[in-house]
């Protein structure tokens, strides 16, 4: 059984740089992607990022270009999310998805594993 189980999320401050992780059991995503996906309040699921595996290449959303970074560990079969001063604004759920074909995509319908995601609350 694939499971996708992200962590680090919680409550931080306006200004904090948390890191996510997403790990992964039951297989391995070598020939795919893998991305972060997030949900606010009252708003639509929104693509934040993704990265292929095999090669690392990573594409971020402009709107959160120069505010995340994503990278993983092959060996730990995990998916990190860096997050850079924090606001308010990017209070939501954070999710990771997995593919197992293709390199990374925007797109939410490309991936075929989802985790339950992990809150990320930030106050002012």
């Known amino acids: 059984q694939v499971q996708l189980v992200e962590s680090g999320g919680g409550l931080v401050q306006a200004g904090d740089s948390p890191r996510l992780s997403c790990a992964v059991s039951?297989?391995?995503?070598?020939?795919?992607?893998m991305a972060w996906f997030r949900q606010a309040p009252e708003k639509e699921r929104e693509f934040v990022g993704s990265?292929?595996?095999?090669?690392?290449?990573?594409i971020y959303a402009d709107s959160m270009r120069g505010r995340v970074s994503i990278s993983r560990d092959a060996a730990l079969n995990t998916m990190y999310l860096q997050l850079h001063s924090l606001k308010p604004e990017d209070t939501a759920v954070y999710y990771c998805?997995?593919?197992?074909?293709?390199?990374?995509?925007?797109?939410?319908?490309?991936?075929?594993?989802w985790g339950q995601g992990t809150q990320v609350t930030v106050s002012s």
């Open positions: 998805a997995a593919r197992s074909l293709g390199s990374g995509s925007s797109s939410q319908w490309a991936y075929d594993y």
């Open positions: 039951g297989r391995t995503f070598g020939s795919g992607s």
């Open positions: 990265i292929t595996w095999s090669t690392s290449n990573t």
